[in-house]
Every structure is written in C-alpha cells, then in structure tokens.
C-alpha cells in the first residue's frame, strides 16, 4: 500500500510542474506600480485639487465679468474641472490616459471616457426647459436683449 501512495504523490507532483504556468507579473512589480502610483497621486491630486479649485473661482468671475455669458464660464469650468483626479497604476504604464486639463471645445462625455460613471444605469434627459422664456418667478421674462438671470 506505501508504494501506491509514494507513486500516486510522485504522479501529483510531476503533474503540477509539468503543467505550464501563465505569465503574470510578479509580486513585486505589482507592489512597485502600486508604490510609484501611491507616490505620484500624493503630488498629482492636491494639485489637480487646486487647480479645479481656482478654475471654479475663475469661471465664476467669468460669468460676472462677460454679464453673465454662462457658455464663457462653462469653457473656464470644463478646461479646469475636467479631467482626471486620481491616477492608476494603468495610466503610469501608459494604457491609459491622464487628462489634467481638458481642452475647451472637449464634451463632458470625452474627458470622462475612461473614468467609471458615478450613478451607472442612470440617463440624464437634456434639459427641456433650457430655452423657455420664464424668469426665475416662473414669468416671462422682459427683451432687454440680455441672458442674466431674471431680466436683470
């Protein structure tokens, strides 16, 4: 009986190594990506973070400088909020993009083409009231021949 077993563990063990093993990246290349990303994002986000910040700041002096051109606040706001936050290990190898700033002319959905979406399953209509006549009071708003809030 010890023979069959000796011989049956013998035939397990050369079966195991036999066996061709897929290649994988090691232990520690996947701890130094991981390292390098966790040190880049402790630069990358806080500055990314003010950056966005002070573009939020900008656009809104936009829109009060221009009298309330919303579409010249929307440019300011979309090149400096858009765009990556946080980096992957992904992005440091170079499969994947890093958008620090967006391009003005870029839609929302073309800078967020490699971020997951927030809400997944949930549509956002465009919004049908956008070019209705009514004031903030739900009144028709006077022809001044402006676009500020209210008519005034």
Request: hydrophobic share 45%.
């Amino acid at each position: 009986m010890k023979g069959w077993r000796t011989l049956v563990a013998a035939a397990a063990i050369g079966g195991a190594l036999a066996t061709p093993m897929t290649a994988r990246a090691g232990y520690l290349e996947d701890a130094g990506w991981g390292a390098l990303t966790m040190l880049s994002n402790v630069v990358y986000m806080p500055a990314k973070f003010v950056y966005a910040g002070l573009g939020g700041l900008t656009g809104g002096l936009t829109y009060a400088c221009t009298a309330g051109d919303l579409d010249a606040a929307e440019s300011v706001w979309r090149t400096s909020m858009a765009g990556t936050y946080v980096l992957t290990p992904r992005m440091l190898r170079g499969e994947e993009t890093i958008a620090f700033a967006a391009l003005p002319s870029m839609q929302p959905a073309q800078t967020a083409a490699n971020e997951p979406a927030a809400w997944p399953g949930v549509e956002v209509e465009d919004d049908v009231f956008a070019d209705a006549p009514l004031g903030a009071d739900g009144t028709e708003q006077q022809a001044y021949g402006d676009k500020s809030l209210g008519g005034f």
